[in-house]
């Protein structure tokens, strides 16, 4: 039964940065490829962001050159690193892997 347990949102003004952590647990987490994904207020959860278990990664166009995806094996931890914020970016940030998700963080830029 895998437990993700996401951290790190906050209220912050546009330009400015964020750092979203999730704890795996429940998993060997080194073996699973693993996502953040989004959801703003009325709108579709988005895919933001991906690292497969060999550390290629992938964005959606519009966090491209702002956001970074990394992992850390050793701690059972995915990071989503968010800079150059921007009120779109506001949303609920979920820590995905396969149909399993976190509680979300919420990200709030104003």
């Known amino acids: 039964h895998v437990q993700l347990v996401e951290s790190g949102g906050g209220l912050v003004q546009p330009g400015e940065s964020l750092r979203l952590s999730c704890v795996a647990s429940?998993?060997?987490?080194?073996?699973?490829?693993m996502s953040w994904v989004r959801q703003a207020l009325g709108k579709e959860r988005e895919g933001v962001a991906a690292?497969?278990?060999?550390?290629?990664?992938a964005y959606t166009d519009s966090v491209k050159g702002r956001f970074t995806i990394s992992r850390d094996n050793a701690k059972n931890t995915l990071f989503l690193q968010l800079n150059s914020l921007t009120a779109e970016d506001t949303a609920i940030y979920y820590c995905?892997?396969?149909?399993?998700r976190g509680q979300g963080t919420q990200v709030t830029v104003s």
């Open positions: 995905s892997q396969g149909t399993s």
């Open positions: 690292i497969r278990r060999d550390d290629l990664t």
């Open positions: 429940g998993i060997t987490f080194s073996r699973h490829d």
